[in-house]
């Protein structure tokens, strides 16, 4: 037996076909190796302007990822991107290679040294790209139809406005703003421009979320009463703008908070009714002179589930985000991270208890985000995270803010439309 698995594995890798490969899987004859002299073949079928494989797996296995079948660079969204620091550098430009429908054609920085070196790298033509305060220039480049903004939150606002006036839509980093009024304006902007806004709230995107949200709206936790949200880091530098108020806003509660904020949001389809909030920051500590480090709010929603959140910039990462059904539980560890998403649910399985780790494969949130982008222009579809969603939260953290200063539980106004403000579900094809 041992022999025959053997001379099966040396044939496919003289095939290096997989269809090959799945032909001798069913112990047909190979035409590739008839006669017992390999020739290359190339499988692989074409179906209108993608190509797809049979499947190798046994059916007892997950199946493999599927070609991706990007669209080819010409026909893919172009998005220019504002602000060169870290996330734009390390993540955002680098997920463009795993896009399927967007493309780098736009490059926006205030330090023309850097740009220039970061256009060469990606390919980006000069005239291209251009100053913070020279965005209308984009009007007459047609291969720029996105403007993502990925700049400090304060300076979110006038580079919405400055994109939207010059004719683009907008893919906006969050916090969507450093206020509620900041939000409205950037909405209104866009609205009078005719031109979509998008806040990037990346986790709405990430599958091992998307997989939760699918299951617990599903019924599959039971009743679901209680989440348990963390996000917690600990901040270095103390002069970085993150800590200087009138450029972020405020301090853990509207960089790291906001995921346990809205992640919690997004998977109940409620808004809350009421906040109570307390923060707290270490004595004498050079790093929250004018933000807060840690922040703790509890959310009470109108079906009467009670969602426990914390966020800190003085604390061990640590980024869990758990369910608490009457039936199973959720779990997703480093639920607000980069990568590294898994899904534990626990329930009962016979006389004992079962956890089930489901591995739903890593694909680039930032991808998956942009291409969602990309599919409501095309198609001319609401965002799912549109400008509203960030506003929803701008006011949700005023009230947490305003709890926090005065001691008092916080009231809200009862919103009874479930996914008020979002807007069409994802469905398959549309990131
Ligand atoms: P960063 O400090 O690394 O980069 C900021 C960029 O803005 C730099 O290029 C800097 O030169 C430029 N800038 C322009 N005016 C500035 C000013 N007055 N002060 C400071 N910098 C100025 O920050 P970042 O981590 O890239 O964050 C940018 C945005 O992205 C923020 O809104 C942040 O909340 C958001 N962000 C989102 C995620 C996410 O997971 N989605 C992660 C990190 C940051």
């Known amino acids: 037996m041992r022999q025959d698995v053997d001379e099966t594995r040396r044939l496919l890798l003289l095939a290096g076909s997989v269809g090959v490969a799945s032909t001798l899987y069913a112990g047909a004859p190979s035409a590739a190796t008839a006669g017992g002299s390999p020739t290359p073949v190339d499988e692989g079928a074409v179906i209108g302007r993608e190509v797809t494989f049979p499947p190798i797996d046994a059916p007892t296995d997950p199946p493999g990822n599927p070609p991706p079948n990007p669209d080819p660079p010409g026909q893919r969204v172009g998005f220019a991107v504002v602000g060169l620091g870290r996330l734009a550098l390390q993540n955002i430009l680098p997920a463009f290679a795993q896009s399927k429908h967007a493309r780098l054609t736009g490059l926006v920085s205030g330090d023309p040294e850097k740009m220039r070196v970061i256009a060469a790298q990606y390919g980006v033509p000069r005239e291209a790209c251009c100053g913070y305060g020279e965005m209308a220039r984009m009007r007459t480049n047609a291969a720029i139809q996105v403007v993502y903004v990925v700049l400090p939150n304060?300076?979110?606002?006038?580079?919405?406005?400055?994109?939207?006036?010059?004719?683009?839509?907008?893919?906006?980093?969050?916090?969507?703003?450093?206020?509620?009024?900041?939000?409205?304006?950037?909405?209104?902007?866009?609205?009078?421009?005719?031109?979509?806004?998008?806040?990037?709230?990346?986790?709405?995107?990430?599958?091992?979320?998307?997989?939760?949200?699918?299951?617990?709206?599903?019924?599959?936790?039971?009743?679901?009463?209680?989440?348990?949200?963390?996000?917690?880091?600990?901040?270095?530098?103390?002069?970085?703008?993150?800590?200087?108020?009138?450029?972020?806003?405020?301090?853990?509660?509207?960089?790291?908070?906001?995921?346990?904020?809205?992640?919690?949001?997004?998977?109940?389809?409620?808004?809350?009714?009421?906040?109570?909030?307390?923060?707290?920051?270490?004595?004498?500590?050079?790093?929250?002179?004018?933000?807060?480090?840690?922040?703790?709010?509890?959310?009470?929603?109108?079906?009467?589930?009670?969602?426990?959140?914390?966020?800190?910039?003085?604390?061990?990462?640590?980024?869990?985000?758990?369910?608490?059904?009457?039936?199973?539980?959720?779990?997703?560890?480093?639920?607000?991270?980069?990568?590294?998403?898994?899904?534990?649910?626990?329930?009962?399985?016979?006389?004992?208890?079962?956890?089930?780790?489901?591995?739903?494969?890593a694909k680039n949130q930032f991808s998956l985000e942009m291409d969602h982008m990309a599919f409501c222009v095309r198609n001319d579809v609401e965002p799912r995270t549109p400008g509203e969603e960030g506003l929803q939260d701008q006011i949700l953290m005023a009230a947490i803010y305003r709890s926090a200063q005065t001691g008092q539980a916080v009231r809200l106004e009862p919103v009874s439309r479930p996914d008020a403000f979002r807007g069409p579900a994802l469905k398959e094809g549309s990131t």
């Open 154 to 361: 304060a300076l979110h606002r006038d580079a919405v406005i400055q994109a939207a006036e010059a004719g683009k839509h907008v893919l906006c980093e969050k916090p969507m703003a450093t206020s509620p009024d900041e939000a409205r304006e950037m909405i209104e902007a866009c609205r009078r421009a005719d031109r979509k806004l998008m806040i990037a709230y990346r986790c709405q995107y990430e599958l091992a979320n998307r997989e939760l949200v699918r299951r617990a709206r599903g019924g599959e936790l039971g009743d679901i009463q209680f989440v348990d949200a963390i996000n917690t880091q600990d901040q270095g530098d103390p002069t970085q703008w993150r800590q200087i108020k009138n450029l972020s806003g405020g301090g853990s509660l509207p960089d790291v908070g906001l995921y346990c904020l809205n992640t919690t949001r997004a998977l109940l389809g409620e808004e809350p009714i009421e906040v109570l909030a307390r923060t707290h920051s270490p004595d004498r500590d050079a790093r929250f002179r004018e933000v807060e480090a840690t922040v703790s709010f509890v959310l009470r929603f109108p079906s009467g589930i009670i969602a426990n959140c914390v966020s800190s910039y003085s604390l061990h990462t640590q980024r869990n985000f758990r369910v608490l059904g009457s039936s199973a539980n959720a779990e997703i560890t480093n639920a607000f991270d980069y990568e590294g998403q898994k899904l534990i649910i626990s329930r009962r399985d016979g006389n004992a208890e079962a956890k089930i780790e489901l591995n739903l494969g």
